[in-house]
C-alpha cells in the first residue's frame, strides 16, 4: 500500500498544495515551523480520521478560513482508494471513501494503516498510563474492530457507572444493586479488551527487544510488560474488593481502564534513569515494532511516517535506523528533517526510489536530481 497524490486546500498553513509521492521514500525539509509536519499530520489524517498533534478539528482549519480539505490517492491491493478528509467550522467533519460517505468514521480505521514517529512520543515515557493505554488500543483498533466497538462500549458504561456513584454521594444514599447492569458490561467489553491487550503485548514484546538491540547495538538491557489488575483478580472480585473506595471516591477505581504498559532500562524505569538519547532509541524500537505487528496482520505495509527523528541520535543510532529503513520490509516512508545535507546522504545511502521536497513560504517544491526545484 502507499500513497500516490496528496492534495491540501486551507489545511494548518497551506492555503494549496499538490504533492506527487514517491512509492518509497519521501523526505520533506526546511526550517523549524514551516509545516513539513503539517504534511505527514495529512497523511494521518486521512488513515485516522485525526491529528496526530492537535485533537480539535476546526484548529486544523488554515487561520481565517471556514472549511478545509484533505484528499489522497492511495493504492492498496492494486486498487485505487479515493479518500477526502472535510473540516468545517460550522460542520461535522466530513469523510469520503471513492466518493462515498461513511456513516461511522470508526468503520475507516484499518482501512489505511500508518505508524507514527515523532517528538510527542516522548509523552509514552514521561506522561501516565492513559497515554500507554491510548498507544495500545491505537494499534488494535487498526486490525481488530471488534476490539475498537468493545473500548467505546466500555468507556460508554464506565461513564455511566460514575455518574451514578456520584448520584448515589448527592443523594445521599447508596444501591449496589443499581451498579450490577453496569458492572455485567463492564466485565463483559473488558474481558475481551484484557484478552486481545495480553496477545498483543506478548507477541509485540520480542519484536520490540530485536529492533531496540539493532539500533543500541545491543549495548542496554530494555523491558517491556503489560501491568492490569486482571492479572491478579477477576473483574467481579475486582468489583467487590473496591466497592466501599468506589464508593468514597466517587468513580470506578478497578478494571481495564488502568492497564499500563511497563517500559524498563536495567530493571529500572526508563522514565527516571533512561538518557533522551536512550528513551527516544526506546520509543523508535517502539513504534517499529507497532509496524511490524500491523504488517503481519494486514498482510501488506502501513505507511511509516517519521517527523524529526534523528534529533538526540548520535551517528552511529541514526545509521543503524537508516539500514532498517532501508529494507523493502519498510514500503512507502515519509521523513522530515530541518538538515538537508543529512537527508541528502540518507537518500544517496538508501539507494532507493525518493523524492526530496523543499518546504517554504507554506509551499512544497520538488528538488529535482540536480538540485533544482
Known amino acids: 500500500m502507499h500513497l500516490r497524490s496528496l492534495s491540501l486546500v486551507n489545511f494548518k498553513n497551506y492555503e494549496q498544495a499538490e504533492i506527487s509521492l514517491s512509492p518509497r521514500i519521501n523526505c520533506f525539509v526546511g526550517e523549524n515551523g514551516v509545516g513539513k509536519t503539517n504534511v505527514l499530520d495529512a497523511v494521518h489524517y486521512l488513515a485516522l480520521c485525526k491529528s496526530n498533534l492537535n ?9 481565517g478560513e471556514e472549511m478545509s480539505l484533505i484528499q489522497g490517492v492511495f493504492e492498496r491491493r492494486e486498487k485505487d482508494e479515493n479518500i477526502l478528509c472535510g473540516l468545517n467550522r460550522q460542520k461535522k467533519k466530513q469523510f469520503k471513501r471513492n466518493k462515498k460517505d461513511y456513516t461511522r468514521l470508526s468503520d475507516h480505521i484499518g482501512l489505511l494503516p500508518v505508524v507514527m514517529i515523532s517528538p510527542s512520543d516522548g509523552s509514552l515515557i514521561t506522561e501516565g498510563g492513559e497515554e500507554r493505554r491510548r498507544f495500545i488500543n491505537a494499534v488494535i483498533a487498526q486490525y481488530d474492530h471488534e476490539y475498537l466497538e468493545s473500548l467505546l462500549r466500555y468507556n460508554r458504561a464506565l461513564t455511566q457507572r460514575n455518574t451514578l456513584l456520584k448520584s448515589f454521594n448527592r443523594d445521599g444514599s447508596y444501591q449496589s444493586d443499581q451498579l450490577e447492569v453496569w458492572n455485567d458490561q463492564l466485565f463483559q467489553y473488558g474481558s475481551y479488551i484484557f484478552k486481545q491487550r495480553e496477545s498483543f503485548i506478548q507477541e509485540l514484546i520480542p519484536i520490540f527487544q530485536r529492533y531496540y538491540d539493532t539500533i543500541s547495538g545491543g549495548k542496554e538491557k530494555t523491558g517491556l510488560s503489560y501491568r492490569s489488575q486482571l492479572h491478579e483478580t477477576g473483574f467481579p472480585e475486582l468489583f467487590r474488593l473496591n466497592a466501599e473506595k468506589d464508593r468514597i471516591l ?3 477505581t478497578a478494571g481495564v481502564h488502568k492497564d499500563d504498559l511497563l517500559m524498563t532500562l ?6 527516571r534513569i533512561g538518557s533522551q538519547g536512550q528513551q527516544k532509541t526506546f520509543l523508535v524500537a517502539l513504534k517499529m515494532a507497532k509496524f511490524e505487528f500491523i504488517k503481519k496482520i494486514n498482510g501488506f505495509h502501513p505507511i511509516l511516517l517519521l517527523d524529526d527523528v534523528f534529533d538526540k541520535f548520535d551517528a552511529g543510532r541514526v545509521r543503524q535506523i537508516i539500514r532498517l529503513v532501508a529494507e523493502h520490509s519498510f514500503g512507502q516512508i515519509f521523513i522530515t528533517d530541518t538538515n538537508t545535507k543529512r537527508i541528502s546522504d540518507i537518500l544517496v545511502e538508501l539507494d532507493t526510489d525518493h523524492k526530496l521536497f ?7 517544491v520538488q528538488q529535482k536530481e540536480n538540485g533544482k526545484k
Request: glycine share 0%; net charge negative; no cysteine.
Open 55 to 63: 485533537p480539535v478539528d476546526t484548529q486544523n482549519i488554515r487561520y
Open 250 to 252: 466517587q468513580h470506578t
Open 266 to 271: 536495567d530493571a529500572l524505569p526508563m522514565k
Open 358 to 364: 523543499i518546504v517554504a513560504e507554506n509551499q512544497v
